[in-house]
């Protein structure tokens, strides 16, 4: 039985794509397994990112250190798939040509049939596939693609319109993997305001996280990726009256003033911005928002980058990334904007925005300290429990170090006390 590897870079949403073609392959009598980097298996299959530049150059490397292990007979064979293939497959062929085969995102099909000299079957239901994470969380994707085209983004080119699955398939995956012990579920999608516009004519959001809510040994339910302009302001009611739909929301708002918002076409304002934020602070006391914000847009003078601050200053986002602009192939900036900011500008805004926000998260970690919280175990080390609170997303937002008092088992729910706070991380105690 051949050995395949599947290695992913990039977001949640392609992880849980590769999640299906290691149950596909596996269905096809291949051991398929899920890695970070080639561990001598007879294949390699990388599912690779395409958004930005950073993203792309890490998918490179990856396939480029996988031919090395080729040549070096350590892989025998390498294939590519995902964003990054499906944005240039006319041009990656021809310049990485040690790669045995290119398949497109959604071109699993053709991948398992290459591998096995025979057509796939098709599993029962198609969100069938076997988790990357921890056995108690998983990802939860209810759309595919995108239908805002703003400005800087190339998520819309390489994936397409965007296509809602219905509720009765979601939930169906749902309670399917309760029965299989998860309990944590991160709802994403690159535009979650947008479900259901395209199969039920409305936005159902709201409608779709109660039903789920409504499954039992549904623990945490976690909303990623709203968008600002036509936000669902009903999901606000659902969060604020049930108890499993985590208080958080990821929403990329990527900038506050007006001039930098038109450029990249976010059909809202900063006006309109701060009033949505005070809404979902008021309809939901004590929430947590992430969000995402983007320094150097072309627009960006230093008038605009300072109301950035400003903004950031105001808001106190408890959870907050920020990227420099990076002009992308093809898309409406990049035919319509000179990426004239000079590389160095954009970075030492980068430096100063993510400062500003290191405090800010310091401040909102050392809020907690002395509170009573519920936090999620996720696995030990030698010093420590490491959990996560509902306002603490995978991979991306704080952890919890609880001390080992008492035995705790990953996957279970514990109270703890916090007594220490550091920008990135809270430091806890078990309660009896």
């Avoid at 796939?120 to 990357?132: A, I, Q």
Wanted: hydrophobic share 40%; glycine share 6%.
């Amino acid at each position: 039985m051949a050995k395949v590897d599947v290695i992913t870079m990039g977001c949640s949403k392609n992880l849980v794509d590769s999640e299906r073609v290691v149950k596909m392959l596996g269905d096809a009598g291949l051991s398929a397994n899920h890695c970070e980097k080639p561990e001598g298996a007879d294949i390699v299959v990388i599912n690779t990112c395409g958004f930005i530049g950073d993203a792309k150059e890490e998918s490179i490397n990856m396939i480029l250190d996988c031919c090395n292990a080729k040549e070096h007979g350590s892989v025998k064979q390498v294939y590519v798939m995902g964003c990054l293939s499906e944005r240039y497959k006319k041009e990656l062929p021809a310049e990485i040509p040690e790669v045995d085969g290119w398949f497109g995102k959604f071109d699993w099909d053709g991948l398992v049939s290459r591998l096995t000299d025979r057509k796939t079957e098709k599993t029962k239901h198609s969100w069938e596939r076997v988790l990357s994470t921890p056995p108690h969380s998983a990802y939860i994707k209810i759309a595919e693609g995108c239908n805002r085209f703003c400005a800087f983004c190339a998520i819309p080119i390489i994936t397409g319109r965007f296509k809602s699955r219905s509720i009765e398939d979601i939930a169906a995956e749902v309670t399917d993997l309760v029965d299989k012990g998860v309990k944590e579920f991160n709802i994403i999608a690159q535009d979650l305001s947008s479900y259901g516009l395209d199969l039920y004519g409305k936005q159902e959001l709201a409608t779709l996280i109660d039903r789920i809510a409504d499954i039992p040994g549904v623990e945490w339910i976690r909303l990623h990726y709203l968008y600002p302009a036509q936000f669902p302001k009903d999901i606000l009611d659902v969060m604020a009256r049930r108890d499993n739909v985590c208080k958080y929301i990821d929403i990329a708002l990527q900038h506050c003033s007006d001039k930098v918002l038109a450029n990249m076409r976010r059909h809202i304002t900063g006006e309109e911005t701060e009033r949505l934020l005070d809404e979902i602070r008021r309809k939901v006391p004590g929430i947590h928002i992430r969000t995402t914000l983007m320094v150097g847009f072309p627009g960006e003078d230093e008038n605009a980058f300072e109301e950035l601050l400003e903004f950031t200053k105001r808001q106190k986002f408890e959870r907050m990334g920020a990227f420099a602009y990076c002009e992308e192939d093809d898309t409406f900036a990049a035919k319509n904007f000179e990426d004239i900011i000079p590389a160095e500008v954009k970075e030492s805004r980068l430096a100063k925005l993510m400062s500003l926000q290191e405090q800010i998260a310091i401040y909102s970690n050392e809020m907690k300290i002395g509170k009573t919280m519920r936090v999620l175990i996720d696995r030990e080390t030698d010093e420590y429990y490491i959990g996560r609170t509902e306002f603490d997303s995978p991979e991306v937002d704080p952890e919890v170090l609880i001390a080992k008092k008492r035995i705790l088992i990953p996957g279970n729910f514990v109270n703890v006390k916090v007594t220490d706070a550091m920008p990135f991380e809270l430091i806890a105690e078990p309660l009896d």
